[in-house]
């Protein structure tokens, strides 16, 4: 089996409400990318990428990318040999994990269905059929979330995770207040600064919210603020998960060494890709840091590819935040969305990532195109 093409298609997707984070924010649409792999036997495979400007490229960079440097090294090879591809890829292009983590995501869809499998069957078998998964209450107008948040519970949604460091401390501590005044204490609250504090005065903002009793509180300051990162996790009772601290394996190591966090938020777009994101995981498994599985903005495809690998990684226990297709985007571009119900995701049990795609919404929200 041989690549003979790869298309790259540059999306825009409408969103229905703006989402606000620690670094910044996004609303009306968000950029993607949706690559498909096809073969000289007529076996295509589907990946996804998406980056945020702000957190750490543009998705005009990941499409680019993909299609001028990446592309090159993977036509006429072997699609199987998943690893060799993706040290190609590495070797091609420094950096852009986005691209990688799309380009691999492709390729081990297009293995699962030459093989009749599913993708979570390729990297060792699951050990759960279903992940909790949480929402983050990140719009800016805290009672329309609330009253999205009572609704959830009465479906029997249990986790929400609380995005700050937008705005004032004071804010914060409102918005947090509100949530506890009108949903109470029987759900499972998780705070995200996404680097929203200085380390200067962390400490002092982080003891104010404990309060609240938060089951973790992520990434309070800036990825490189390693040395705040120890001290807060030293000095809290609430653990301290590491999000943009944490990319690659490097940084799993480094993290683990400095004592920085408690938990580990792994993201297949940080990371580069499954390969990669297992690496992380066995480091922070090691050393007995649970992790959880987090996004950007990424839609269906992407977050179909990493429910296959929290299913097959016992170690990924705090759940999953894959609620953008059913929750915040307009319109998905999947036949039919990866079911989402009473607080889980169910894994996809097809073969690859055993989504399909409606390609008539891919060219509605297509704004560049490269095969």
Known sequence: MKIQNIEVHLLESPIKMK??????SIQASIKRVVVRVRTDQGIDGIGEGQAWEVFSGTNENLFHGIAQYLRPVLLGTDPRDIPQRMADCDRALVGS????????MALFDLCGKAANLPL????GGKVRDRIPFSFSIANPDIDADIELAKQMLG????????KTGFASHAEDM????LLREHLGFEFDLRIDYNQGLQPYNALQQLRDVEQFKPTFI????PRDAIAAMAQIAAALDTPIMADESVF???ETLRTVQERAA???????????????????????????????GGTLWEGGVALAAASHFIAASSNVSLGCEFYMPKYVFQEDILVRMTPAEAGHVHVPSGPGIGVEIDWKIVEKQRIAFSA
Do not use: T, W
């Open 19 to 24: 989402r606000s984070q620690g670094v910044g």
């Open 97 to 104: 994990p986005e691209a990688k983590a799309a380009v691999e």
């Open 120 to 123: 979570y069957s390729l990297i």
């Open 155 to 162: 479906a029997g949604h249990r986790i929400f995770k609380v």
């Open 174 to 177: 409102r918005r947090l207040s």
């Open 218 to 221: 992520e990434q309070p300051v």
């Open 248 to 250: 690659s394996p490097a």
């Open 262 to 292: 408690d938990i580990i938020s792994i993201k297949l777009m940080k990371a580069g890709g499954i390969g990669k994101a297992m690496k992380v995981n066995a480091i922070a498994e090691a050393a007995g840091l649970p992790c959880y």
